[in-house]
């Protein structure tokens, strides 16, 4: 059981206890009883009740114990019970029945996909287990290495978290897809480096939310040949890239499946399949100056191919036309690295304008640098002078007279020094 279900389990069981004890306190206090009253009850009991000896006495309740915990708290009305037992029963099922869907769509993706892994890659898996790995109970991920053009895939496939209850119902009102993230790790020397990202226009905003590549390199590419606006937004700063990845039969193919201009049923709803396809040198996040100057700097960032993609919710009971899409999809991110491989240098216009945006980024850090070393090199030195105003405070009369006497010898000194210079350069 995750943490999320121990937590949802706890709050079933105090909202009990809350109620349990509510109505155990309306009970109670549905009659009042003077003290008078009380005392003599008691006086009558203890008359009436025969004395018990030492061994016939009852033994202190340990409260720290659950079972005697529940023996205080005693669950008086049914209904609450039955209510807060079927609510639990209710979250198990969806528990077991979401964690089971969510098994079963993952495996079948693996089933249908593995063919391109196996006849693509040298090595599949970690430690010789070419199988998923789970990660939490809705989510999965998968490798492979071994390939020329790229050093490595690292597959995340990211459902439904139907496994919980709230989020299931959230679902409902802000529904979430089903979707697979590739991720290639590119050799650096077959292309050169630029930042190229096809985004889904409805999720531009959150695709480029915090990235510090989309926002700081690329510009929206126009050419001819891509994508409807309407349907996606292009950015590069490699624009003759763009131009011939458009002009690629394969990704033309790809991007009319997306978009449910083919003859296959099910990509005519959900879409677009493909969410978004980037292509990055640089880092996903704003450098950190501070990490940069750690005794552990972060290391360079890898040049990468990222896809992420939507597959179909109903995956675990698939049928010839969901294996399809999710085949063709998986295949997509092959043929690009490919292509990167063979088509990823850019004219010498293209790259001297790529190499200046770098430099000028490089710039824009080391000035960050410097600006941070300044900072601590000012905060050192008041530090240093407020101790040493510290330790002149804490002297005796005699002592701060001869010091400022010291101080005042060493500046007079160093304005002869000054004087001295300037009528140098006079002469």
């Known amino acids: 059981m995750n943490l999320t279900s121990k937590k949802f389990l706890l709050i079933c069981l105090f909202t009990l206890l809350f109620?349990?004890?509510?109505?155990?306190?309306?009970?109670?206090?549905?009659?009042y009883v003077p003290n008078e009253k009380v005392e003599q009850e008691i006086q009558k009991e203890s008359e009436n009740e025969p004395l018990l000896s030492?061994?016939?006495?009852?033994?202190?309740?340990?409260?720290?114990?659950?079972?005697?915990?529940?023996?205080?708290?005693?669950?008086?009305?049914?209904?609450?019970?039955?209510?807060?037992?079927?609510?639990?029963?209710?979250?198990?099922?969806?528990?077991?029945?979401?964690?089971?869907?969510?098994e079963k769509i993952a495996k079948e993706w693996l089933i249908s996909t593995y063919k391109i892994w196996k006849e693509n890659f040298a090595?599949?898996?970690?430690?010789?287990?070419?199988?998923?790995?789970?990660?939490?109970?809705?989510?999965?991920?998968?490798?492979?290495?071994?390939?020329?053009?790229?050093?490595?895939?690292?597959?995340?496939?990211k459902l439904c978290p139907r496994q919980d209850i709230i989020l299931t119902v959230r679902n409902f009102f802000k529904p979430t897809t089903d979707k697979i993230v590739m991720e290639a790790v590119l050799?650096?020397?077959?292309?050169?480096?630029?930042?190229?990202?096809?985004?889904?226009?409805k999720m531009e905003g959150e695709i480029k939310k915090g990235r510090y590549d989309?926002?700081?390199?690329?510009?929206?590419?126009?050419?001819?040949?891509?994508?409807?606006?309407i349907d996606y937004t292009v950015v590069t700063d490699a624009f003759d890239f763009a131009s011939r990845l458009f002009d690629n039969t394969y990704v033309k193919h790809a991007l009319q499946l997306?978009?449910?201009?083919?003859?296959?049923?099910?990509?005519?709803?959900?879409?677009?399949?493909i969410e978004s396809i980037i292509i990055t040198d640089q880092p996903t996040t704003e450098p950190d100056i501070d990490k940069i100057l750690s005794e552990e700097p972060p290391l360079p960032p890898n040049k990468t191919l990222t896809i992420t993609a939507r597959i179909p919710s109903n995956f675990d009971k698939k049928n010839d036309d969901m294996e399809a899409i999710v085949v063709e999809l998986t295949e997509l991110i092959i043929r690009i690295i490919d292509f990167i491989g063979e088509h990823g240098k850019v004219d010498n216009d293209t790259r001297n304008k790529l190499k200046k945006s770098r430099d000028q980024a490089k710039a824009a850090i080391t000035h960050k640098i410097e600006e941070k070393n300044k900072e601590e090199l000012s905060k050192k030195k008041l530090e240093q002078k407020r101790a040493r105003a510290n330790e002149i405070k804490n002297?005796?009369?005699?002592?701060?007279?001869k010091y400022e006497e010291?101080?005042?010898k060493q500046e007079l000194k160093k304005s002869l020094k000054k004087k001295a210079r300037k009528g140098k350069v006079i002469v």
């Open 395 to 401: 002297m005796s009369p005699e002592k701060q007279r």
């Open 406 to 408: 010291k101080i005042r």
């Open 258 to 273: 997306s978009l449910g201009e083919l003859d296959n049923p099910v990509c005519k709803s959900n879409n677009p399949w």
């Open 123 to 157: 090595e599949l898996g970690i430690d010789d287990a070419s199988t998923l790995v789970r990660d939490g109970n809705h989510e999965f991920w998968y490798y492979a290495t071994g390939r020329k053009h790229c050093q490595s895939v690292f597959t995340r496939v």
């Open 19 to 31: 109620i349990t004890t509510v109505f155990a306190q309306q009970d109670d206090d549905d009659e």
């Open 187 to 201: 050799n650096k020397n077959e292309s050169d480096d630029f930042v190229f990202a096809l985004m889904d226009r």
């Open 214 to 229: 989309l926002k700081n390199f690329p510009r929206r590419y126009k050419g001819n040949n891509a994508p409807n606006p």
């Open 54 to 102: 030492k061994d016939d006495e009852p033994a202190p309740i340990n409260y720290n114990s659950p079972l005697n915990f529940f023996k205080v708290f005693k669950l008086e009305n049914p209904m609450v019970e039955i209510c807060l037992f079927s609510v639990l029963a209710v979250y198990l099922i969806v528990f077991y029945i979401g964690k089971i869907k969510n």
